[in-house]
């Protein structure tokens, strides 16, 4: 009986196998590289036509690009087919050894989410980055600008979603599936641009970039057609002290620094200024 780090050392005895699994919100998939399933801490993972680019552990990983490749016909593959799905697919690769002594040991590969996914014949390849390439973004991500730098809705704006939510019939969709006409929908102002129109249940949700009258243009379009059935609008916002104060009674939580001066004192033009 061998360990784990032993039989991946060995040369004759070595048979490792590759788990791969996919998450995106309450959807899992899981699949291997084996010829056959395998079962791995109770749980089952089929075997596909899945094969993967070099992976790397070093002080540059965060900048490193794992490509997968798999059949276009996997169900996984499906969620990108049409359009980019608005929740994130995770991917964790493990590798095991099917005669390491304990049986419940694995080696962590690599831990990412898919950015991208491109088609070609019968495959489609996979662009995974790594989740410590979050790290690399800036930090704080507070600048010191006029606009606000709170996320509309969340725990640090703290606006009531609820009361500013818009639930109504898709009465028709054109556009392509990105103009829908929302029963009763407000439309003083336009109030709803910069919002999002979502699928009750939070499934799906998409950004509201236009209104005219009850009909909003998102993004882009929904996976299913949407006519007939019921969705949520609910309100946007332009990040201004004034929206903010006037349209969501909620200046004392605004993100921003609306005095923020418009004139440098210290640039060239206003130092040679007599």
């Not at 919100?25 to 079962?39: H, I, Y």
């Not at 990983?61 to 359009?83: C, G």
């Not at 390849?125 to 390439?133: L, Q, S, T, V, W």
């Not at 640090?156 to 109504?168: D, L, Q």
Request: charged residues 15%.
């Amino acid at each position: 009986m061998s360990t784990l780090d032993q039989l991946e050392v060995s040369v004759e005895t070595s048979r490792p196998v590759e788990l791969y699994t996919f998450t995106m919100g309450a959807s899992t998939w899981k699949f291997t590289s084996a010829e056959g399933d395998v079962t791995f801490n109770s749980i089952t993972y089929s075997p596909i036509a899945i094969k993967r680019g070099s992976t790397t552990q070093s002080k540059e990983q965060k900048s490193t690009v794992l490509t997968i490749s798999l059949p276009t016909l996997e169900e996984v593959v499906a969620q990108f087919i049409s359009i980019q799905p608005s929740d994130t697919l995770n991917v964790t690769i493990q590798r095991i050894q099917p005669d390491a002594v304990p049986a419940t040991t694995s080696i962590m590969m690599f831990q990412g989410y898919v950015s991208s996914v491109s088609f070609k014949d019968e495959l489609a390849e996979m662009r995974c980055i790594p989740f410590n390439e979050l790290f690399s973004r800036q930090v704080p991500r507070f600048q010191y600008q006029g606009l606000c730098n709170h996320v509309l809705y969340d725990s640090r704006c703290k606006a009531s979603e609820g009361s500013f939510k818009h639930s109504g019939t898709a009465l028709t969709v054109s556009g392509g599936g990105t103009v829908i006409e929302v029963q009763a929908l407000p439309t003083s102002g336009t109030p709803f641009v910069g919002g999002y129109l979502q699928i009750p249940g939070g499934s799906e949700e998409r950004l509201i970039i236009a209104q005219t009258s009850i009909a909003v243009t998102i993004l882009y379009p929904f996976k299913a057609n949407v006519a007939g059935g019921t969705v949520d609008a609910f309100q946007g916002c332009d990040h201004t002290a004034v929206t903010c104060a006037q349209k969501f009674s909620n200046i004392l939580n605004y993100g921003g620094f609306p005095f923020v001066p418009t004139i440098n004192p210290f640039s060239k033009s206003q130092l040679m200024k007599e």
